[in-house]
């Protein structure tokens, strides 16, 4: 047998035992209003896997009435919340906050990763509803990335129902898209996400938080290998190679 036969058999191994997927989320430690200083200066955010660090800028200088913070949600991967790889379990979000104190109280951040977010990546966001908006200009390299190449899905999130809500990706001038949200709302933590058929080098987010007390939060989720199918393809190629140098003795 040759060596790509055996190499496709070692994949044809690994594909049929590994089971599930892990996705990783950037690291939200920082980020807050008294220590995420507004201008041309970035804040650096962890993020192991691909697409990591993250340069993350707060461009707009005034932000009254918004608060940032960290926001921490468990989602289940069962019924009936049921949700995928890529959004269940525990998850940190960048989360913002309107105090309710200002009017229409708008955010702008912009993103900019070490190695290109691919299109097996997310972004995700968490309890977009009841009358807030985000602004999404995603750029591959210096280009904006357009409208229709951008796919929006709507998740349960904590709602058995969360894939009703009130959030649509709507065309916009100037950006790649506009997330908006209406009624109904008061679902728990419900999620939508964007994932781009272009690599996505930076992203800015201009947020509307609208005129009542709400919130929401915004992370990337990308693919990483899993441990076990690592070692199922080492064993694999191992056994291969153990093989062929017998059949030459």
Partial sequence: MSRIGLCAIACLLVSTVAVGQTYEYADTTGFRISSFPSGTTPTQFAFPGAGGPIDMTRTTTASTGISLTTRTVTYSG????????????????????????????????????????????????????????????????????????????????????GTSVNTTWNVEAGYSGLLLSGTPFGFSNPVVTLQSTQPISSLEYTIDMGSASNSLGFNFAVPVPEPTTLALAASAALGATMWLRRRRD
Wanted: aromatic residues 16%; negative net charge.
């Fill in 78 to 161: 069962s019924a009936p919340f049921s949700n995928p790889d890529w959004i269940a379990g525990t998850r940190d979000f960048y989360g913002v906050v309107d105090s309710g104190t200002g009017t229409s109280p708008v955010v702008t951040f912009t993103s900019g990763f070490t190695s290109p977010l691919q299109t097996n990546a997310y972004l995700v966001f968490t309890d977009v509803e009841f009358g807030e908006k985000i602004y999404v200009k995603a750029y591959n390299g210096a280009s904006l990335i357009p409208f229709g190449d951008l796919s929006f899905t709507k998740w349960n999130g904590n709602s058995s129902s």
